[in-house]
């Protein structure tokens, strides 16, 4: 029963969750998943009322029956407030996250500057739709309409289900890119219904027997009208009507079969479906970190700068090497260069991610003073577009958000860091002096104040990646990072361990400036509305009425 098999997948599936540390209790105490809590409470709820029912021996839909299942959903609504009103104060339950946040409003405005820094929370364009779905777009929409008007005529479980998973995933993906694929299983299966359907009627049309057309239906389907509901007789009487005119006018039918026929395939060879399923093939199949690139030559090459860098890395640098780079990074210099990086590809540390941003967006200087503690090597991207530099004023907005010094007081939106007019010639005073930049302009020629505290160690052949050597790397922080006696893991010799930070003086400095990351929207900040996050949602009402 549905009971039983939603019971059974949600009890195995919670207490496997729980048992990933970054995970935990989340499942009961994240608003966004307490949702499947509630539906187990419920539909137990709902079970218990059953057995209550079948005991006093109440029709199922009699008003007794009815009043047992109020007063069952009573109760339990009553012990589900009273333990939220316990539970609340003490701040065990978390706030809609971001990225939930960022469903209902634009995504640049969630409040959250990581969340609005990732390129797959934007809108899904009108032309992603249609890359990805083609001519199953518009057929899904006469899909729609057409399963719509069935469902009225006769309802069904499938086809409501279907329009709702439809309606839910379409809109969810019009407001998050990387929501879109959750659209196609319903694009596809309303597309195959309005085609598949018009040509089965078509086609059934010529091969129906004579006395369904000449009693209207009433011989064969006699026996089983007696047993449909009106919807479904009405339902029915179209079919009839049109398999009718069909057999009556057998060339009509021929016709009409012909015509879809034609008309289809012309409309599937003239979309360009062929070629536009090979091109797009070919543009998903490759990694992100390999791509073909035309010369202006008209040579087609592969650039496989990334691999290859990440390739050097394992290749050319110590074993116990700490890489620094973006958190974009992380899983590629982990996986791929077998060498440990400082941030890898999630964002659940909020904090950390902010660090890394501080040393990258800080000045020169500062930042050495940082870095040498941390990491033996600096990897940024340095492509046709400075990949690394036009994500540099998230990296800003994302440190600044818990380090409040490297961005002044009345800009947290970090306005000041960037570049004129998006000229990558044309750096403000704070893009000019931060490390980030200096990295990217330098290394072609000598620059005694980088090389003295970053060397350039690799350059990828079409330049799109660079590789600085930190010098006068702290042999003490790194010896006390690497000592096991200074990890803190979850269980004795478990694989969860929690990064911490060496003991310099620096270090704790910057540290003792962090303030831990308080969604804007979390009712457990209580009144710490200090002057950055006033002036935080000031410059966004601005920016949206500006």
Same mark, same amino acid.
């Given at each position: 029963?549905?009971?039983?098999?939603?019971?059974?997948?949600? $009890?195995?599936?919670?207490?496997?969750?729980?048992?990933?540390?970054?995970? @935990?209790?989340?499942?009961?105490?994240?608003?966004?998943?307490?949702?499947?809590?509630?539906?187990?409470?419920?539909?137990?709820?709902?079970?218990?009322?059953?057995?209550?029912?079948?005991?006093?021996?109440?029709?199922?839909?009699?008003?007794?029956?009815?009043?047992?299942?109020?007063?069952?959903?009573?109760?339990?609504?009553? $012990?589900?407030?009273?333990?939220?009103?316990?539970?609340?104060?003490?701040?065990?339950?978390?706030?809609?996250?971001?990225?939930?946040?960022?469903?209902?409003?634009?995504?640049?405005?969630?409040?959250?500057?990581?969340?609005?820094?990732?390129?797959?929370?934007?809108?899904?364009?009108?032309?992603?739709?249609?890359?990805?779905?083609?001519?199953?777009?518009?057929?899904?929409?006469?899909?729609?309409?057409?399963?719509?008007?069935?469902?009225?005529?006769?309802?069904?479980?499938?086809?409501?289900?279907?329009?709702?998973?439809?309606?839910?995933?379409?809109?969810?993906?019009?407001? %998050?890119?990387?929501?879109?694929?959750?659209?196609?299983?319903?694009?596809?299966?309303?597309?195959?219904?309005?085609?598949?359907?018009?040509?089965?009627?078509?086609?059934?049309?010529?091969?129906?027997?004579? @006395?369904?057309?000449?009693?209207?239906?009433?011989?064969?389907?006699?026996?089983?009208?007696?047993?449909?509901?009106?919807?479904?007789?009405?339902?029915?009487?179209?079919?009839?009507?049109?398999?009718?005119?069909?057999?009556?006018?057998?060339?009509?039918?021929?016709? $009409?079969?012909?015509?879809?026929? /034609?008309?289809?395939?012309?409309?599937?060879?003239?979309?360009?479906?062929?070629?536009?399923?090979?091109?797009?093939?070919?543009?998903?199949? @490759?990694?992100?970190?390999? &791509?073909?690139?035309?010369?202006?030559?008209?040579?087609?090459?592969?650039?496989? !700068?990334?691999?290859?860098?990440?390739?050097?890395?394992? +290749? +050319?640098?110590?074993?116990?090497?700490?890489?620094?780079?973006?958190?974009?990074?992380?899983?590629?210099?982990?996986?791929?260069?077998? #060498?440990?990086?400082?941030?890898? @590809?999630?964002?659940?540390?909020?904090?950390?991610?902010?660090?890394?941003?501080?040393?990258? *967006?800080?000045?020169?200087?500062?930042?050495?003073?940082?870095?040498?503690?941390?990491?033996?090597?600096?990897?940024?991207?340095?492509?046709?577009?400075?990949?690394?530099?036009?994500?540099?004023?998230?990296?800003?907005?994302?440190?600044?958000? /818990?380090?409040?010094?490297?961005?002044?007081?009345?800009?947290?939106?970090?306005?000041?860091?960037?570049?004129?007019?998006?000229?990558?010639?044309?750096?403000?005073? %704070?893009?000019?002096?931060?490390?980030?930049?200096?990295?990217?302009?330098?290394?072609?020629?000598?620059?005694?104040?980088?090389?003295? &505290?970053? #060397?350039?160690?690799?350059?990828?052949?079409?330049?799109? $990646?660079?590789?600085?050597?930190?010098? +006068? /790397?702290?042999?003490?922080?790194?010896?006390? /990072?690497? !000592?096991?006696?200074?990890?803190?893991?979850?269980?004795?010799?478990?694989?969860?361990? *929690?990064?911490?930070?060496?003991?310099?003086?620096?270090?704790?400095?910057?540290?003792?400036?962090?303030?831990?990351?308080?969604?804007?929207?979390?009712?457990?900040?209580?009144?710490?509305?200090?002057?950055?996050? #006033?002036?935080?949602?000031?410059?966004?009402?601005?920016?949206?009425?500006?």
């Amino acid at each position: 029963s549905l009971l039983w098999a939603y019971s059974l997948f949600f $009890v195995v599936g919670t207490a496997i969750a729980t048992c990933v540390p970054p995970v @935990g209790w989340t499942p009961f105490k994240s608003l966004e998943q307490l949702m499947a809590l509630l539906v187990f409470i419920f539909m137990w709820a709902l079970h218990f009322s059953e057995i209550l029912r079948r005991r006093a021996d109440f029709p199922i839909r009699s008003t007794k029956a009815l009043r047992i299942r109020a007063r069952v959903f009573m109760i339990t609504c009553g $012990v589900l407030v009273l333990a939220a009103a316990l539970l609340a104060p003490q701040g065990y339950f978390g706030p809609l996250s971001s990225r939930v946040r960022a469903l209902f409003v634009q995504h640049t405005r969630t409040g959250n500057p990581l969340v609005d820094s990732v390129a797959e929370h934007r809108p899904t364009s009108a032309d992603a739709f249609w890359s990805y779905f083609h001519i199953c777009l518009p057929g899904s929409l006469l899909g729609f309409f057409a399963t719509l008007f069935l469902c009225f005529a006769r309802y069904h479980h499938g086809k409501s289900f279907v329009l709702l998973y439809y309606l839910v995933a379409y809109y969810f993906s019009t407001k %998050m890119s990387r929501l879109m694929l959750l659209s196609g299983p319903a694009a596809v299966v309303l597309t195959g219904n309005i085609l598949g359907g018009v040509i089965d009627l078509s086609v059934d049309s010529l091969f129906l027997p004579p @006395g369904v057309c000449e009693d209207g239906g009433k011989g064969q389907m006699k026996g089983r009208h007696k047993q449909r509901d009106p919807a479904e007789r009405a339902e029915t009487r179209i079919a009839i009507a049109w398999k009718k005119m069909c057999r009556r006018r057998p060339f009509f039918a021929a016709a $009409v079969v012909g015509a879809l026929l /034609v008309l289809g395939g012309h409309a599937l060879l003239t979309s360009g479906y062929r070629e536009h399923c090979h091109r797009f093939a070919e543009a998903v199949s @490759g990694p992100q970190i390999i &791509m073909q690139a035309q010369l202006r030559t008209g040579e087609i090459i592969m650039l496989d !700068d990334y691999y290859v860098s990440y390739l050097w890395l394992r +290749n +050319n640098t110590p074993a116990d090497a700490r890489i620094l780079a973006w958190w974009d990074y992380g899983y590629q210099i982990t996986g791929i260069g077998n #060498r440990t990086s400082l941030a890898d @590809g999630n964002t659940w540390n909020h904090e950390h991610i902010a660090t890394i941003g501080k040393l990258l *967006t800080s000045p020169v200087a500062k930042a050495h003073s940082l870095i040498r503690h941390l990491a033996d090597y600096v990897l940024i991207w340095t492509g046709s577009r400075a990949e690394d530099l036009m994500k540099s004023p998230h990296m800003a907005r994302i440190g600044n958000s /818990v380090y409040r010094d490297i961005c002044p007081e009345d800009d947290p939106l970090c306005s000041n860091f960037r570049f004129e007019d998006y000229d990558l010639s044309r750096p403000t005073p %704070m893009m000019r002096m931060s490390l980030l930049y200096n990295l990217h302009i330098s290394g072609e020629h000598p620059s005694p104040a980088i090389d003295n &505290m970053f #060397r350039l160690a690799y350059r990828s052949r079409h330049g799109l $990646v660079k590789i600085y050597k930190v010098m +006068n /790397v702290s042999a003490e922080s790194k010896a006390w /990072v690497a !000592d096991p006696k200074n990890r803190k893991c979850d269980a004795p010799g478990s694989w969860l361990c *929690t990064g911490q930070y060496p003991p310099a003086k620096e270090i704790q400095e910057m540290l003792a400036r962090r303030i831990d990351y308080g969604q804007l929207e979390d009712f457990n900040r209580g009144k710490r509305d200090d002057a950055y996050y #006033r002036a935080y949602m000031r410059r966004i009402r601005n920016e949206r009425h500006g």
